[in-house]
């Protein structure tokens, strides 16, 4: 001890020859400094002055940068800075690196922590006294505590560590139980607020919110579930390898805190039941605010999808106008539904053919307007080309070469055709031509010749619709069940922009030329002009075509101009649905409740990236009130 000792005294005398300067630093900003500095050894031997060579001693004096980037991270002047090195510089030099007093924590930690129930990192709640207003204990200390041993996932991998749960006296008090992240009462967990640096994800897990902050910029630019490295030395009494279910989660109370913190609302949770079913009731209440509120804020403006302007107005003066675009287009990923068209009630299970209120359906015979009753161990009726559809049905879906295409089918990240016409098999959508071969050809009946088609597995939802601004903005999703109808698509927008003083002065549209007839006398939609996608007028839509030609031609809207070139970007959907497309592969086994929630839940994500991406670009993008609403 007498070097450490000697040391100590010399680093006292030393900093009361600075007194004048140190006289207003505290201990922990000495430490501070200490710290950072050990950290900077390398820099500040790499900018020793050429007259100090003596590397077995510390540098005399800090070179201007060093002084000045040491200034800034304490908050404080580079005189303080200098008198701090001249007074500590031993120390610091002497000292070890942050790696190395990590390394050297863990392993006493490891060594004469745990018998004890230390670790390097105990998760305690956040404050140690009831906080229930109605118990009579409140503000008491807590002393009954619970140690669980429980794995810490951080961005090194996995530690090992202890969860305490303190509880609130049942004699005596209201036998709360607070945790890390939450209290339990009454069976519920009631989460504290605002989304945590620990988030618990299960009985024994717990991972930083960096690593899953990871996952999710995975999940959002790269159309992947991330996995996690796991420590394989830790003796503990269960495994520590990261399961996918970890990370969907992990994912999942991430989105919820995260939307609760957004709203200045706390998460409530079932304390008990199956850990697979406790978010489903929150999800769901989540889903449903979205369908009400929109994903994304119909206010937004920026450069990219606004323009303001002048033009003469009606009392001959000119006067500021603002026109501002977006566009909605469909992509083909979905989920399991009920067989029976356009039917939005959800299976029980995914391995279901028909909801729980379709379910007789079972007893009938599975080609399409046919109503007899099927015979026991099949799925039609006694017909024998019903039978034969049945029994190629089958035969198809075990041979080797469906088998194969299925699974590229499922390899798919991202679907090219944003239509959805062709891009699921007939074994993909369970479905089966009536007639004498794999060809398409023609069932003879009475009324003529007739292609009838056999539903004998279950269905898909059609395609997911989206709307945004030109910017690349989203402010709305839809789930298309039986097809992208253009009553589905109005329906969509007038949800969506639910007063007609917020619609935008123009909706783009690959079918606009369709969407606009049946709009054309909806009071809705009459100060909003419905041009086809350029690309799409020029390749897909016929010059014959007059209603078209004079009501969708992107042209003949001299505001969507600026000079020779186009001002909104009216192709942002299709490349949004490029991005959109490649979580077909990881959604198209979900339940309609978990479908949506990620979802949603990529697209506010993916609208933040936009949103920053715009501050950077000096769109000015922003929240602003439209003319029309004065």
């Given amino acids: 001890m007498a070097p450490t000792q000697l040391l100590l005294v010399d680093m006292l005398e030393e900093l009361r020859k600075s007194e004048a300067v140190l006289n207003d630093l505290s201990v922990s900003e000495i430490i501070h400094f200490i710290t950072i500095a050990s950290a900077l050894k390398n820099e500040i031997e790499h900018h020793r002055q050429l007259t100090d060579q003596d590397k077995a001693k510390p540098p005399k ?53 745990l018998e004890h129930k230390f670790t390097e990192r105990s998760l305690f709640p956040p404050q140690h006294a009831c906080i229930n207003k109605a118990c009579p204990r409140e503000g008491i200390r807590l002393t009954s505590a619970d140690h669980r041993h429980v794995v810490l996932y951080t961005s090194s991998g996995a530690v090992p560590a202890f969860s305490v749960h303190l509880r609130c006296h049942a004699s005596n008090g209201c036998s709360t139980t607070y945790h890390h992240n939450y209290y339990v009462q009454e069976g519920k967990r009631f989460y504290y607020g605002g989304v945590p640096d ?78 697979q079913n406790r978010f489903d009731e ?28 002048k033009r003469p107005g009606i009392t001959g003066t000119d006067e500021w106008v603002m026109v501002n675009a977006a566009i909605t287009d469909g992509v083909t990923i979905g989920h399991p539904c009920c067989a029976t068209h356009n039917c939005k009630n959800p299976l029980e299970s995914n391995r279901d053919r028909f909801c729980h209120g379709c379910g007789f359906k079972e007893g009938v015979c599975s080609v399409k307007e046919c109503d007899n009753l099927v015979e026991s161990g099949h799925k039609t009726c006694s017909i024998e080309s019903h039978r034969n559809a049945e029994k190629r049905y089958f035969d198809r879906g075990q041979a080797m070469f469906q088998l194969r295409a299925q699974l590229e089918r499922a390899r798919v990240s991202n679907p090219t055709n944003s239509f959805g016409v062709g891009e699921s098999s007939d074994m993909e959508m369970g479905e089966e ?60 927008v007038r949800g969506v922009f639910r007063d007609a003083s917020t619609m935008p ?44 030609q004079e009501n969708c031609n992107p042209a003949d809207f001299p505001e969507l101009m600026d000079g020779d070139k186009w001002r909104f970007n009216s192709s942002i959907a299709e490349q ?47 929240v602003m009130a439209d003319p029309r609403m004065s």
């Fill in 433 to 492: 031509d009536v007639s004498d071969d794999d060809a398409h050809q023609n069932l003879k009946t009475e009324e003529g010749n007739k292609k009838t088609k056999a539903q004998f597995g279950r269905k898909r939802t059609h395609n997911e619709q989206i709307l945004l601004y030109t910017c690349g903005y989203v402010i709305g999703r839809a789930t298309c069940y039986g097809s992208e109808s253009l009553y589905s698509v109005k329906d969509f």
């Fill in 282 to 309: 929150a999800m769901m209440k989540q889903n449903e605010h979205m369908i009400l509120l929109g994903i994304g804020d119909i206010t937004h403006r920026c450069k990219k999808c606004a323009h303001i302007f």
């Fill in 198 to 275: 620990v988030i618990q994800i299960g009985e024994h897990h717990f991972f930083e919110r960096q690593v899953v902050e990871m996952w999710q910029g995975l999940m959002l630019n790269a159309c992947s579930i991330g996995r996690h490295p796991s420590y394989s030395d830790i003796e503990w009494p269960f495994q520590t390898e990261v399961r996918t279910e970890h990370v969907w989660d992990a994912f999942t109370i991430y989105g919820l805190l995260d939307y609760h913190t957004e709203r200045n609302e706390y998460l409530i949770l079932p304390h008990t039941g199956a850990q």
């Fill in 505 to 548: 002065s123009y909706i783009f549209y690959d079918n606009n030329c369709g969407l606009s007839k049946i709009v054309k006398n909806e009071d809705h939609f009459s100060k909003t002009g419905l041009p086809v996608n350029v690309f799409h007028f020029k390749s897909k839509h016929k010059e014959t075509d007059k209603w078209c």
């Fill in 61 to 113: 004096f800090l070179s201007d940068t060093i002084a000045i980037v040491l200034a800034r991270m304490l908050e404080t002047s580079s005189n303080h800075v200098n008198a701090c090195w001249s007074a500590l510089c031993d120390v610091v030099w002497a000292g070890t690196t942050t790696e190395e007093i990590a390394k050297i924590t863990s392993q006493l930690f490891k060594a004469y922590g």
């Fill in 576 to 622: 949004t649905n490029v991005w959109l497309g490649g979580y077909h592969a990881i959604v198209r086994e979900m339940g309609v409740i978990k479908y949506n929630f990620f979802l949603d839940r990529m697209i506010v994500l993916r609208n933040r990236a936009v949103l920053k991406k715009l501050e950077q670009d000096k769109q000015q993008p922003c």
